[in-house]
């Protein structure tokens, strides 16, 4: 009689407690119910890229004066400048050019120096290949035009949820013109601009 009362009460004890470890689980489901989604079904969906995103950099051959400035300010000397001194346009001409994205640390001082603005991030950030050698690209697969997201018909583009307007909890069908959260650059300077104007006036 008694050990069939102590399995009872064994068997209630652990009742209570699955009960207790579902109930602390279903908490934690309903928690994140109300959050943002993480997920992106890779290579189906990819996100958007910020506006600032500092992917596979983009050379312009017909821009480049050989100045070597990318290889001044590299913090690794990694740009490799080839170049000969033309007689006739007594002018620095450029043979080759190449960046080992291998070492690359994308620190962007290469295109922020680069007086003829030949040099700019790109989009691109799927750069994985099985031999590293491949990295090292020149001046021919650095002119290759860049990748976008949006322009791919067999990707669905996602905006960023770091991007996404205000209250709106799901990336998936947002309208191309809805806005992002936040201001753009043109018009944080626009509203100093107005500002600026408007601290002059009172003195003038």
Request: contains cysteine; aromatic residues 10%.
């Amino acid at each position: 009689m008694f050990n069939f009362l102590r399995q009872v009460s064994n068997y209630t004890k652990e009742t209570i407690q699955a009960a207790r470890y579902i109930g602390q689980g279903l908490s934690v489901t309903f928690d994140h119910l109300n959050r943002r989604p993480v997920t992106v079904q890779y290579p189906y969906e990819k996100l958007i890229p910020s506006e600032r995103f500092r992917g596979r950099i983009h050379f312009e051959y017909d821009k480049c004066i050989a100045c070597e400035v990318c290889v001044r300010v590299c913090p690794i000397n990694l740009p490799v400048v080839d170049w000969e001194y033309n007689a006739k346009t007594k002018k620095k001409q450029l043979n080759h050019y190449s960046i080992d994205f291998g070492v690359c640390i994308f620190c962007g001082n290469c295109v922020e120096f680069c007086p003829t603005n030949c040099l700019s991030f790109t989009e691109e950030y799927e750069m994985a290949v099985y031999d590293r050698h491949e990295l090292n690209m020149d001046n021919v697969a650095l002119g290759r035009l860049p990748y976008k997201v949006t322009e791919d018909p067999m990707v669905t583009p996602l905006r960023e949820l770091a991007y996404l307007p205000k209250g709106v909890m799901d990336p998936h069908d947002l309208p191309a013109s809805a806005r992002r959260a936040g201001k753009f650059p043109s018009e944080i300077l626009a509203e100093q601009k107005v500002e600026e104007k408007q601290e002059r006036s009172p003195s003038a």
